[in-house]
């Protein structure tokens, strides 16, 4: 489809025509968004890595939608946060509607004489009045009146935030952020559309694993076990690594690493945390693949333990867009290599 055709689908409502159109737009700000329109309403869900620029999108977004002029839409309603964030960093609705915010002054009949000609002034005719020798009347200024429009937009920021506090006690204290809702609602339903979008947004990891001999000679690792865990992890598998290489140092003297390298009481921290949640193997080449796997930050796990030699991997892996990543374990990214002798 060619992107004039983009253009005018988007022109007419189309829901992944206005999406592609706008990342477009959004890209050059650093952001992305999906797009879902709910009876005379477009719900814009924008994420980036950092917090979307609120100012800057919504001008992005507005200057868009009002050259467009969609019949079909009255209003807009933007939800932004940075990825990972559990909530919406702000949101802001505005409508499509090209109003006036203060009607122009219409000048009333009463002020013109049966000529046709302005009248004077009611201060000139005070004045006259006094210029007469009769004391001119103090008029009390009138008080303005709000206009509508103000009245509308200080309801809708008390709406906001009503909306706000509810989503986030919803999303952070009950069900957590991807998990979907039970309430039979419009919004339940737009917020389970979104969070489904979210949740398709994954990448594959593959590569393969060999180790370099000081002969120069490689040796595919077949069967070696590879596992993907969060970021948040890897201090912890540090620190039993650092505690086991104490206490085999207090028990045993020997200089050589080899025998404080403790992979196995590793392999068990990874094995039994949540925060490792999936585990490949390599096959007969040497390769692996590890599919479906959601935007964020992970490690590549894994160990290598033969009777002449340990070692092991952790290699940070930033998922950050839906792109197949190559990551081959081999001696440059090891994390560390002890030889027996």
Same mark, same amino acid.
């Given at each position: 489809?060619?992107?004039?055709?983009?253009?005018?689908?988007?022109?007419?409502?189309?829901?992944?025509?206005?999406?592609?159109?706008?990342?477009?737009?959004?890209?050059p700000l650093?952001?992305?968004?999906?797009?879902?329109?709910?009876?005379?309403?477009?719900?814009?869900?924008?994420?980036?890595?950092?917090v979307?620029?609120?100012?800057?999108?919504?001008?992005?977004?507005?200057?868009?939608?009002?050259?467009?002029?969609?019949?079909?839409?009255?209003?807009?309603?933007?939800?932004?946060?940075?990825?990972?964030?559990?909530?919406?960093?702000?949101?802001?609705?505005?409508?499509?509607?090209?109003?006036?915010?203060?009607?122009?002054?219409?000048? $009333?009949?009463? *002020?013109?004489? /049966?000529?046709? !000609?302005?009248? =004077? #002034?009611?201060?000139?005719?005070? &004045? $006259?009045?006094? *210029?007469?020798? /009769?004391a001119? !009347?103090?008029? =009390? #200024?009138?008080?303005?009146?709000? &206009? $509508?429009?103000?009245?509308?937009?200080?309801?809708?920021?008390?709406?906001?935030?009503?909306?706000?506090?509810?989503?986030?006690?919803?999303?952070?204290?009950?069900?957590?952020?991807?998990?979907?809702?039970?309430?039979?609602?419009?919004?339940?339903?737009?917020?389970?559309?979104?969070?489904?979008?979210?949740?398709?947004?994954?990448?594959?990891?593959?590569?393969?694993?060999?180790?370099?001999?000081?002969?120069?000679?490689?040796?595919?690792?077949?069967?070696?076990?590879?596992?993907?865990?969060?970021?948040?992890?890897?201090?912890?598998?540090?620190?039993?690594?650092?505690?086991?290489?104490?206490?085999?140092?207090y028990?045993?003297?020997?200089?050589?690493?080899?025998?404080?390298?403790?992979?196995?009481?590793?392999?068990?921290?990874?094995?039994?945390?949540?925060?490792?949640?999936?585990?490949?193997?390599?096959?007969?080449?040497?390769?692996?693949?590890?599919?479906?796997?959601?935007?964020?930050?992970?490690?590549?796990?894994?160990p290598?333990e033969?009777?002449?030699?340990?070692?092991?991997?952790?290699?940070?892996?930033?998922?950050?867009?839906?792109?197949?990543?190559q990551?081959?374990?081999?001696?440059?990214?090891?994390?560390?290599?002890?030889?027996?002798?």
């Open positions: 489809m060619g992107e004039k055709s983009i253009l005018e689908l988007a022109k007419l409502g189309n829901s992944n025509a206005l999406a592609e159109v706008m990342n477009q737009l959004l890209q650093g952001s992305s968004c999906t797009v879902k329109a709910i009876g005379d309403r477009l719900y814009v869900f924008v994420e980036s890595l950092q979307p620029d609120q100012k800057a999108v919504v001008t992005t977004i507005r200057q868009a939608m009002m050259t467009w002029q969609l019949d079909s839409l009255k209003s807009v309603k933007i939800y932004a946060r940075k990825l990972e964030d559990q909530v919406a960093a702000w949101t802001q609705e505005f409508n499509l509607e090209q109003k006036s915010e203060t009607p122009l002054p219409t000048v $009333s009949d009463s *002020n013109f004489n /049966s000529n046709g !000609k302005e009248r =004077a #002034p009611v201060q000139n005719e005070l &004045s $006259s009045q006094g *210029n007469n020798g /009769s001119p !009347k103090k008029i =009390a #200024p009138k008080k303005p009146k709000k &206009s $509508s429009s103000h009245i509308w937009r200080n309801l809708e920021r008390i709406i906001v935030v009503f909306i706000t506090f509810m989503v986030t006690t919803v999303l952070w204290d009950r069900w957590g952020f991807f998990k979907p809702l039970n309430y039979p609602s419009e919004f339940s339903s737009l917020l389970n559309s979104w969070l489904s979008l979210v949740n398709q947004r994954t990448a594959t990891i593959s590569g393969g694993a060999w180790v370099t001999k000081e002969a120069g000679n490689s040796d595919i690792l077949r069967g070696l076990e590879i596992a993907l865990c969060k970021a948040s992890v890897k201090p912890e598998i540090k620190r039993v690594r650092d505690n086991k290489w104490r206490e085999s140092i028990k045993n003297k020997t200089p050589i690493g080899y025998w404080h390298l403790n992979i196995e009481a590793m392999n068990a921290k990874v094995s039994s945390h949540t925060g490792c949640f999936q585990v490949v193997k390599t096959g007969i080449e040497g390769k692996y693949t590890i599919p479906n796997v959601p935007f964020g930050s992970y490690f590549l796990y894994a290598y033969t009777s002449v030699a340990k070692a092991y991997w952790m290699v940070p892996v930033e998922i950050e867009s839906t792109k197949p990543l990551i081959d374990l081999d001696n440059s990214n090891m994390m560390e290599l002890y030889n027996r002798e």
